[in-house]
């Protein structure tokens, strides 16, 4: 926990050399956020990255790794080493894809499933208390973060 400043707020990191700008906050921002989920999850045996990668290919029905890729904002070679990695554990499974014959879809496997899981019950009690902490700001929030993807996704498929 961060100590709380005289009026009560917790208290701010400083920012350094001037360098506070709305994409510099937001790889702060992100660098901690992906720094506490880490700890929270550790005992289910995924990280961070791996465990938002579970959990887009959970909430539907499958992914290609093309697709994994946009989602990720990575490049080919970066979804094909998770996915061996995710292979070896034998977490996910490759499936034909039905739109595109001589393409695949990514599933997760029960074991696969079963990590997501653990993973999840492991991360539901940080999400909550992220959201007290924000309090009413958290809607808002939520909806500003989606707001600046969105707009970065449209700055960086521009300058591809």
Do not use: C
């Amino acid at each position: 926990m961060t100590k709380a400043d005289g009026d009560g707020s917790p208290a701010k990191r400083p920012i350094v050399g001037g360098l506070s700008n709305v994409l510099f906050d937001a790889w702060l921002v992100s660098r901690s956020v992906h720094q506490l989920i880490d700890t929270a999850i550790e005992e289910s045996g995924l990280d961070a990255d791996e465990f938002a990668i579970y959990s887009v290919l959970a909430s539907g029905e499958g992914m290609t790794p093309s697709d994994l890729s946009h989602w990720m904002a990575a490049a080919p070679t970066t979804v094909s080493s998770y996915v061996k990695r995710f292979e070896r554990r034998g977490h996910i499974t490759r499936i034909p894809n039905p739109e595109d014959g001589r393409s695949y879809r990514l599933q997760l496997t029960a074991t696969g499933r079963a990590a997501h899981r653990h993973a999840g019950e492991l991360f539901t009690p940080i999400l909550a208390h992220t959201e007290d902490a924000l309090g009413a700001r958290a809607e808002k929030t939520h909806a500003q973060l989606l707001t600046l993807l969105h707009a970065v996704d449209a700055v960086r498929d521009e300058h591809a």
